[in-house]
């Protein structure tokens, strides 16, 4: 008698690669067996004495005794309990009937009668019923035969996680063989049966006997829309090493065909990465509505390679490689409304290097972009970056310096190679109340231009830019108590100034590789930046002033609300711009104001407004009301406000609510509206409701979502509804064994944000 353990993968490994498949924790208000239901953990040793107590005890032959009468027989972490017993300590073989009961600190097991040797660890228990600590899991055997550390067989075995009087799903399987030594049981004749009606059988199946992986089919999804029919994918798992596998996954689309998916891990002690590829031999699909497709009969196929490296001697490493065979793919095949509307996929080979004061990166990184009317960004062959830091140095001085060179290439435009270096010192100053921190530095840039024919507002093959940054960032910091509806409150008020001057020098003859204007707003106000790359050095000569407020509980330490109002001044014009002979001429910027409240433990808000005083209007705003709970309920609503000024290309006006409602304890409802109100077009639109017992759950989710966002505000009275996509998601899950249908977890936590 080992270990009651044997009877645990008598009874319950034979389900285990789909008890394993789905991790299952029993919902906070299902019942739980009592404290004392399994017993505490307790190392069991060969050398374990028998301990036997009842309430009769008699000696009937030379080493064999009879015990009545609430007999209990232990031994390390195992009980024996029943009417009646009979051990012969010669033999160690115990023969027990009336109530007899078995358990360990993981299982209890209850039967009619046992025999048991305990030497050799081979017996038979009748009538079995068992309950499972780690799943609250039950079932029953006819017969349990223990052939050693070597094997177990069992007659009619069932497994459950429902509660008692509660047989909503149940597994059968008329006999399973279980292979102790090679980790692998057999079960043959296996039924699934739901409400006590058969709804899935297999004549056989393996899986493996503890928590380690094992190679076989997993659960299958099946689902419905109106791209790709009836949708049904069969993934097949192999365990190919500790620390490689491999998914391969057949899925079967009525209006497209066969296509076929492979996945490959791998993780060794210095890297890991993911090999993905498709297959879809001859697309079968003429027309989607009135829409025709423009691959039909042809081959379509996708690869994806990632790998992270992690190197002792502080190198690292990153690829990131994509490829789809036409432009449509991911429109085609993704149900994420983000991924379908990807203009460009990433072709990235990134080596770097971390020291405690220099920090080197090598890049090289290309696209394949997915949309006609976007324009080829420019390929890096290759680009390097060398920047340190030398903090606190004599005189507390700290010394700084970024340096970049990036060769560009490109089949149409102007291409050729960028080298920038900026040293920089800066002198920060200061206490807990105060901080100046003055800087100066110098920005140097040398241009080697190619392919020039034809591009006319370029001139010189060669050119030199200098121009030296000098800023002063200063701030304070007070501090008051404050009583607030009973609660003890501390109040900061910080001010911060941060000048900025940058002369000027005409850019106009130099290409735009990689650089764009960054968005305005509270963390581009503080930036000696403008603009996201280096060719274009804004001109400056301002002074950005701020002021934040805290309130923060004095007791928790924790921040209740925060509030921010900052504005730019400028004393000159800004003559440097992506366009030729674009000039701004405001004296001040637009006021920026943010404010991030925590109303309770569940409450949350967050503002942002960038309000135009010469126009009075506003340029951009959003807002943001967040719920949730720990009983896993989630509400947002949120709107989102980006002016068209005529130069703004991504003017937006939208509102999204999204959420997980629970009614009671089973049920919840679950949507989501995200619309464009500039556009009069919804974007997307999420309804459902969810089901969870102690046992099983299902869900139901119908979705209708625009496919590619690329296309928003063309014609949409005539394209945005043949850019739609309609499609419903059921699944029903087993707890403790596996979920089937078209799975949408991942969906709803792209769609809501906080759900789980």
Request: charged content about 25%; aromatic content about 12%.
């Amino acid at each position: 008698m080992r270990k009651l353990i044997m009877l645990s993968a008598g009874f319950v490994s034979c389900f285990a690669p789909l008890v394993s498949a789905e991790p299952y924790h029993v919902p906070s208000h299902c019942p739980r067996p009592a404290a004392d239901f399994f017993l505490p953990e307790d190392a069991l040793t060969a050398e374990s004495d028998v301990d036997v107590q009842a309430d009769t005890a008699q000696l009937v032959d030379l080493g064999t005794s009879v015990f009545t009468g609430k007999v209990d027989v232990r031994r390390g972490g195992q009980q024996l309990n029943a009417n009646r017993a009979t051990y012969n300590q010669t033999t160690g073989k115990v023969t027990a009937q009336g109530d007899v009961r078995l358990r360990d600190s993981q299982m209890s097991i209850f039967g009619d009668q046992a025999e048991w040797n305990l030497d050799e660890d081979r017996g038979t228990l009748i009538d079995a019923k068992y309950q499972m600590k780690q799943m609250n899991a039950r079932g029953e055997a006819s017969h349990v035969n223990r052939q050693g550390v070597q094997s177990t067989q069992l007659k009619n075995a069932t497994y459950t996680t429902c509660m008692e009087n509660d047989d909503f799903w149940k597994l059968k399987a008329g006999e399973v063989d279980l292979d102790h030594e090679e980790g692998v049981g057999r079960a043959y004749d296996v039924v699934l049966r739901m409400m006590d009606v058969p709804v899935f059988y297999t004549p056989y199946i393996s899986f493996p006997l503890s928590d380690e992986r094992k190679s076989g089919f997993l659960i299958p999804s099946i689902g419905n829309s109106n791209e790709t029919g009836f949708d049904v994918s069969t993934p097949y798992y192999w365990n190919i090493a500790p620390d490689m596998d491999a998914t391969l996954t057949p899925r079967y689309m009525s209006d497209r065909g066969l296509m076929l998916i492979g996945e490959y891990r791998y993780l060794t002690s210095q890297s890991e990465g993911i090999i993905d590829a498709g297959f879809l031999g001859s697309d079968s699909l003429r027309q989607n509505g009135d829409e025709i497709n423009p691959n039909y009969n042809q081959n379509r196929k996708h690869f994806s390679f990632q790998q992270d490296g992690r190197y002792a001697n502080r190198w690292r490493t990153q690829v990131d490689y994509n490829y789809v065979s036409d432009r449509d793919y991911l429109e085609d095949f993704s149900n994420n409304l983000s991924l379908s509307s990807t203009t460009h996929l990433n072709r990235l080979l990134n080596v770097n290097y971390y020291g405690d004061i220099w920090n080197f990166g090598a890049r090289v990184q290309g696209y394949q972009t997915l949309l006609r009317e976007v324009e080829e960004p420019y390929q890096r062959l290759p680009q390097l970056t060398l920047r340190g830091l030398l903090p606190d140095q004599a005189y507390g001085l700290s010394y700084e310096f970024n340096s970049e060179f990036t060769a560009f290439d490109h089949d149409e435009l102007v291409k050729g190679q960028r080298l920038n270096i900026e040293p920089g010192v800066s002198l920060p100053m200061g206490t807990a109340g105060f901080f100046v921190t003055p800087r100066v530095a110098l920005k140097q840039s040398y241009y080697s231009l190619d392919n020039l024919s034809g591009q006319s507002q370029f001139e010189e093959s060669s050119i030199n830019r200098t121009l030296p940054v000098v800023s002063l960032d200063s701030g304070l910091v007070f501090e008051r108590p404050l009583n607030f509806a009973g609660n003890k409150m501390i109040q900061t008020l910080e001010p911060r100034a941060f000048y900025l001057y940058i002369p000027y020098r005409d850019q106009d003859d130099i290409p735009l590789f990689d650089t764009n204007l960054r968005t305005f707003g509270m963390g581009s106000m503080f930036s000696h930046e403008r603009f996201t790359g280096p060719d274009r050095i804004g001109d400056a000569n301002q002074v950005t002033v701020g002021l934040t407020s805290r309130f923060i509980d004095e007791e928790a330490g924790r921040e209740k609300l925060s509030v921010t109002l900052g504005q730019i001044q400028y004393f000159s014009d800004r003559r440097v711009n992506l366009r030729p002979d674009v000039r701004e001429t405001s004296s001040d910027s637009d006021y920026i104001a943010e404010a991030i409240a925590s109303i309770s433990e569940e409450w949350a808000l967050a503002g942002q407004i960038q309000w135009d005083p010469d126009t009075t209007q506003s340029s951009m705003s959003s807002l943001q009301l967040r719920y949730r709970n720990e009983d896993g309920g989630v509400f947002n609503i949120a709107h989102r406000y980006r002016r068209d000024d005529g130069d703004n290309q991504f003017p937006l006006d939208q509102i999204d609510v999204s959420g997980s409602v629970p009614i009671n304890d089973q049920w919840s409802v679950i949507g989501r509206y995200y619309r464009s109100l500039r556009d009069s077009l919804t974007l997307e639109t999420l309804a459902g409701v969810e089901y969870h017992s102690c046992c099983w759950a299902t869900r139901i989710v119908y979705r209708d979502y625009v496919k590619d966002t690329n296309f928003i505000g063309i014609d949409n009275d005539e394209f945005g509804n043949e850019n739609r996509t309609k499609a419903i998601f059921f699944e029903i899950e087993l707890k403790g064994l596996g979920r089937f249908g078209k799975k949408s977890d991942g969906l709803l936590e792209d769609s809501i944000r906080g759900y789980e």
